[in-house]
């Protein structure tokens, strides 16, 4: 799902979310952000950066560090890159009107070992075969996960977190 689709739902003479990506990335590092959105119903946006716009999920119970919590992540359009920057008020009669609230963001990768190249090719071809793996260094968000998608062509897909060092037996996250 295209970024044009995302920039379409909004009046940018309204709200300050950020309107293109100007900024195509930074560095050699892939980068990753959840935004809490206290939209008509409170969610997570997780947010990939790939090739300079950001591949995007709502989860309606947030990310989990526990591997029993599979959460439920609906693709939605790709968001432009400055987005992930982003914090502030959605006005009231525009798209996803709320507060936005950065919850947790940092960088990520499938293979440590590879550039940010490399790894952008592992994660398209992931993204097409509906299940990769990769790691997270968020302050909230640590180590392994898997993204599976439910069906061919589905906009619903699985965030697990993997068993690992940074797993937590514990539930969940509360929001703010
Ligand atoms: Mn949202």
Redo the contacts with the bound molecule.
């Keep these: 799902m295209g970024l044009k689709e995302c920039l379409q739902k909004r009046n940018f003479g309204e709200t300050s979310e950020p309107k293109d990506s100007k900024v195509l990335s930074y560095q050699d590092q892939l980068r990753f952000v959840v ?1 809490e ?1 206290h ?1 008509s119903h409170l ?3 997780f947010r990939l950066e790939l090739y300079g716009v950001l591949k ?1 999920w ?1 989860i309606p119970k947030g990310p989990s560090m526990n591997p029993s919590e599979k959460r439920l992540a609906v693709q ?1 359009e790709d968001h432009p890159f400055e987005y992930r920057t982003f914090e502030g008020t959605i006005p009231q009669g525009q798209y ?1 009107a709320g507060q ?1 609230y950065i919850w947790d963001q940092g960088t990520y990768f499938i293979e440590e070992t590879l550039n940010k190249k490399e790894n952008e090719s592992l994660i398209e071809k992931g993204l097409e075969n509906g299940h990769f793996n990769f790691i997270l260094k968020g302050q909230k968000l640590k180590g392994f996960f898997s993204l599976i998608q439910l069906k061919d062509h589905s906009k619903q897909w699985l965030l697990i977190k993997k068993k690992d060092e940074f797993a937590i037996k514990t539930s969940s996250i509360e929001p703010k």
Aim: glycine letters at 10%.
């Design positions: 935004q959105h939209a969610h997570y946006d995007s709502a939605v996803g936005v």
